[in-house]
C-alpha cells in the first residue's frame, strides 16, 4: 500500500541498536509518538532474516494443502498447540462485537518450557506440536521463536526509554514469559466462496499482551488500522519490514498513554479471487504472574491486573463454540 493511506510511521531500529545517546533517544521519542497516536508502527534495521520467514511460508503451506483428515490430527482449541481449523476463531469478541467466525485456518505454537508452577504450566507452557509430515518446520519455526523473543525484548528495552524508564522496567518481567506465535493461512476467495456480511479474515479486536511483532504479505484483502478519529485505513506495508503494536497490558501499563488500537484484516476480495495471504504473528506477554499496573507519575487510567487472569478472559472470548 502506498500514497495517503501511509499513515503508520516507519521507523529505523539502526539509530537505536548502533547509534550514539542523542540517536536513540531521537528513536525513543518517535517511537513514543507513534505508540501515543496509533499504537502502531512498523520498523525496518531489525536484522531478522527475510529468507527465513519465505521458508517459513514454503513449508507451512504444505501443512495448510495436507488433506483435512490429516490437519484433524493436530486440531486443538485456541491456547492449544497445533491446527485452529476454520471457525474456530471470532476475534472481534474480545472487544464485546458479536461477529462471525473468522476467515482463516492457523498453526500455533508457543512458549514450551514448563517453569514448575501448577497454576500456570498447563495453560501458557504446553508442549508445542510438530506435524510429522513437514519435519523442515520444527527447526526453522523454534529458530524464528529464539529470534522473535529477542526482539520483542528489545522493543520493551526501546519502550522503557520512550516513556523514561529504566532500561529492565518491562523486561524484568519477561523471565518466563507466555508467548504464542499463530502462522494465519487467509485462503482465497475461489476456494471459501463469498463471506458473509461482516465476516473478515480476522474481526475487529486489540491483541492483549505487551508488544506484537507481524511479518504480512501485502494483498488487497489487507490489514486495516483504526485513526484516532475512528476511521479505517489500511496498514501501509514495506518490504522485510515488521508491523508492531501493543497489545490491551502495555497500554495499562502506561495507564493509557499509549493505545492497543483497533485493527483488523480484511475479507479476501472478488477483485483478487485467487490471493491467498501468509502472515506470521508473534504475541509476546509477560511472566504470568505479572501484576500490570499504571507505571509511577503517569495517567491511572485502569486497575491492577494479574497478566494471567487478564490473558485468560481474552482468550476464552474470542472462542468460538
Known amino acids: 500500500m502506498t500514497g495517503p493511506e501511509q499513515t503508520v510511521p516507519v521507523i529505523d531500529l539502526m539509530p537505536w541498536l548502533f547509534g550514539d545517546a542523542a540517536d536513540r533517544a531521537s528513536v525513543a521519542r518517535r517511537v513514543d509518538a507513534a505508540l501515543r497516536e496509533w499504537g502502531f508502527m512498523l520498523i525496518t534495521g531489525h536484522h531478522v532474516s527475510a529468507d527465513t520467514r519465505a521458508e517459513i511460508r514454503r513449508h507451512v503451506r504444505r501443512f495448510f494443502a495436507l488433506p483435512e483428515q490429516v490437519k484433524r490430527r493436530y486440531a486443538v ?17 474480545a472487544e464485546g462485537t458479536p461477529t462471525l467466525p473468522d476467515l482463516k485456518e492457523t498453526f500455533a505454537v508457543g512458549a514450551d518450557r514448563p ?44 519502550c522503557a526509554a520512550a516513556l523514561g524508564l529504566a532500561p529492565d522496567y518491562f523486561t524484568r518481567h519477561t523471565t518466563t514469559p507466555s508467548y504464542t506465535m499463530n502462522i494465519n493461512w487467509y485462503p482465497p476467495l475461489s476456494m471459501l466462496g463469498e463471506p458473509e456480511p461482516g465476516q473478515y479474515r480476522i474481526g475487529p479486536h486489540t491483541d492483549f499482551g505487551t508488544v506484537t511483532v507481524l511479518d504480512r504479505q501485502d494483498g488487497v484483502g489487507c490489514l486495516q488500522v483504526c485513526t484516532p478519529d475512528g476511521e479505517w485505513v489500511n496498514a ?13 497490558l502495555l497500554a495499562r ?24 495471504l501468509i502472515s506470521l504473528i508473534y504475541f509476546y506477554e509477560l511472566n504470568p504472574d505479572t501484576i500490570v499496573e499504571p507505571v509511577p507519575g503517569g495517567p491511572v487510567a485502569y486497575e491492577p491486573v494479574r497478566a494471567n487472569d487478564y490473558l485468560l478472559d481474552k482468550l476464552n472470548a474470542i472462542t468460538v463454540g
Request: no cysteine; proline share 13%.
Open 115 to 158: 517453569i514448575g508452577d501448577p497454576e500456570f504450566d498447563p495453560v501458557w507452557f504446553l508442549p508445542n506440536v510438530w506435524p510429522a509430515e513437514i519435519p523442515e518446520l520444527k527447526p526453522l519455526v523454534e529458530g524464528y521463536l529464539a529470534e522473535m523473543r529477542l526482539l520483542s525484548d528489545e522493543l520493551l528495552v526501546l
Open 236 to 248: 501501509p506495508y514495506v518490504e522485510g519490514a515488521f508491523t508492531i503494536n501493543i497489545g490491551d
Open 77 to 93: 482449541t485456541i491456547g492449544g498447540r497445533g491446527w485452529l481449523p476454520p471457525g474456530a476463531e471470532a476475534n472481534g469478541y
Open 253 to 276: 501499563w502506561t495507564g493509557g498513554r499509549w493505545r492497543s488500537n483497533r485493527h483488523r484484516v480484511l475479507p479476501p476480495d472478488p477483485g483478487a479471487p485467487d490471493e491467498e
